[in-house]
Nanobody
Framework: QVQLVESGGGLVQAGGSLRLSCAAS????????MGWFRQAPGKEREFVAT????????RYADTVKGRFTISRDNAKNTVYLQMNSLKPEDTAVYSC??????????????????WGQGTQVTVSS
């Protein structure tokens, strides 16, 4: 059984930074693209960032491009999301996910088959 566990969320002032971590267990982590999504209250889940199996390729939502960085350490079975210059509109529950086999970069939710429980990020103005 695959498990993804996020950590690193919290409360931060606008302009601040946080680093989220997602630890994976239960299958070959390095075989899969990974991604981060977020969901704010009353809104649909939205794509944030994705990274391919090796870490050489990434894609970002326009809303976070230039502020957030996704990375991974396959030796530690962990994917990270470094979030800088945070804004109040970044407030959401952030979840990591593992993509289905064979998908090199995944930006749609239905391209993922395993999800973490999420971690709350709150940015105060």
């Amino acid at each position: 059984q695959v498990q993804l566990v996020e950590s690193g969320g919290g409360l931060v002032q606008a302009g601040g930074s946080l680093r989220l971590s997602c630890a994976a267990s239960g299958r070959t982590f390095s075989d899969h693209a990974m991604g981060w999504f977020r969901q704010a209250p009353g809104k649909e889940r939205e794509f944030v960032a994705t990274i391919n199996w090796s870490g050489a390729r990434t894609r970002y939502a326009d809303t976070v491009k230039g502020r957030f960085t996704i990375s991974r350490d396959n030796a530690k079975n962990t994917v990270y999301l470094q979030m800088n210059s945070l804004k109040p509109e970044d407030t959401a529950v952030y979840s990591c996910a593992a993509a289905r086999n064979g998908i090199p970069l995944a930006i749609r939710g239905n391209e993922y088959d395993t999800w973490g429980q999420g971690t709350q990020v709150t940015v105060s103005s």
